[in-house]
């Protein structure tokens, strides 16, 4: 069982910055491959980043590219996500997940979701 909590949510105003963290509950933290999603308000959740278990490969959607830098601490068992010049269409509620990173290139999230936390980004 693996347990995600989510902080570091908060206003900003666009052209800000916010790092969003989560911290994980397990032994396997380190094995794994993150992700970050985020869920705007009428709209179906996205994968935003996705960082391997090695940290060695990194992928974003093309909207947050150049923008957000997603990072992992293994000793922390945490991910962060880095967000900077902050648009008001990034504005949603944040999550991290677990998963798996396939060799094509694929991420698979597991069944494990924190609560998440809101970002609002005022123009």
């Known amino acids: 069982q693996v347990q995600l909590v989510e902080s570091g949510g908060g206003l900003q105003q666009a052209g800000g910055s916010l790092r969003l963290s989560c911290a994980a509950s397990?032994?396997?933290?380190?094995?794994?491959?993150m992700g970050w999603y985020r869920q705007a308000p009428g709209k179906q959740r996205e994968l935003v980043a996705v960082?391997?278990?090695?940290?060695?490969?990194?992928t974003y959607i093309d909207s947050v590219k150049g923008r957000f830098t997603i990072s992992r601490d293994n000793a922390k068992n945490t991910v962060y996500l880095q967000m900077n010049s902050l648009k008001p269409e990034d504005t949603a509620v944040y999550y991290c997940?677990?998963?798996?990173?396939?060799?094509?290139?694929?991420?698979?999230?597991?069944?494990?979701w924190g609560q998440g936390t809101q970002v609002t980004v005022s123009s």
């Open positions: 960082l391997t278990s090695s940290g060695g490969v990194t």
């Open positions: 997940n677990v998963g798996l990173y396939s060799s094509s290139g694929t991420y698979y999230p597991y069944t494990y």
């Open positions: 397990g032994s396997s933290f380190s094995r794994n491959a």
